[in-house]
C-alpha cells in the first residue's frame, strides 16, 4: 500500500498525473477491500488530493461509504470533494523540455521577442509553445499560466 502511495506522488512529481491516478486508484481498491483510511489520510496534503481525484474517478467501482469515510478523513466531505477544492488538476500530457524552458522565460517577464532570441527560434514558435503551454496548464492567460505552474510546483 505504502509504495503504491509513494508511486503515485512520484508519478504526479514528474508530471504524469494520468499515471499517478491510475496508481491511487489501485491503492484506493486494496484500501477499500480492507478498510484502511489513515494509511492515504495521513499522508498530507499531496496525497490526499490525489485521493480525491482517484475516488472521483472510482467512484462507480469503489463503496460509497468506504469513498464517503475516507474523504472525511482527509478533511474532504462529499460537497468539497473534488471540484470544489482549489488545487489544480495534475496535468495529463506533461511538457516538453522546451515548454518549460519557454515557461521559465514567460515567468521571469521576458516577451515574446525576447523567448525567441534567447532561444534561437522564431517568434512563432514561441507563441506556438506558450499556445501549448496554456492549454495544458488550462490557462487563459500568461499570467495565469506562470501562477498554476507555481501551484503545480513546475516552477
Keep these: 500500500m505504502k509504495l503504491r ?38 499522508e498530507g496534503d499531496e496525497v490526499r488530493r490525489l485521493v480525491s481525484q482517484a475516488c472521483a474517478r472510482q467512484s462507480g467501482s469503489l463503496p460509497t461509504a468506504y469513498v464517503e469515510k475516507l ?7 462529499a460537497d468539497t470533494a473534488p471540484a470544489a477544492h482549489a488545487a489544480p488538476a495534475p496535468l495529463v500530457e506533461p511538457l516538453t523540455p522546451k515548454e518549460q ?13 525576447a523567448m525567441a532570441q534567447r532561444l534561437f527560434v522564431s517568434e512563432t514558435t ?30
Design 5 to 42: 502511495i509513494l508511486l503515485a506522488q512520484a508519478c504526479l512529481r514528474t508530471g504524469d498525473g494520468a499515471q499517478a491516478l491510475v496508481v491511487m486508484g489501485e491503492a484506493l481498491r486494496f484500501g477499500a477491500a480492507e478498510g484502511f483510511i489513515r494509511i492515504f489520510a495521513d
Design 71 to 77: 474523504l472525511e478523513a482527509c478533511g474532504m466531505g
Design 126 to 155: 514561441v507563441r506556438t509553445h506558450l499556445r501549448n503551454i496554456s492549454a495544458k496548464l488550462h490557462a487563459s492567460n500568461r499570467t495565469q499560466a506562470v501562477a498554476i505552474a507555481r501551484q503545480l510546483g513546475l516552477l
Design 101 to 113: 524552458k519557454v515557461l521559465q522565460l514567460l515567468a521571469e517577464g521576458f516577451s515574446n521577442v
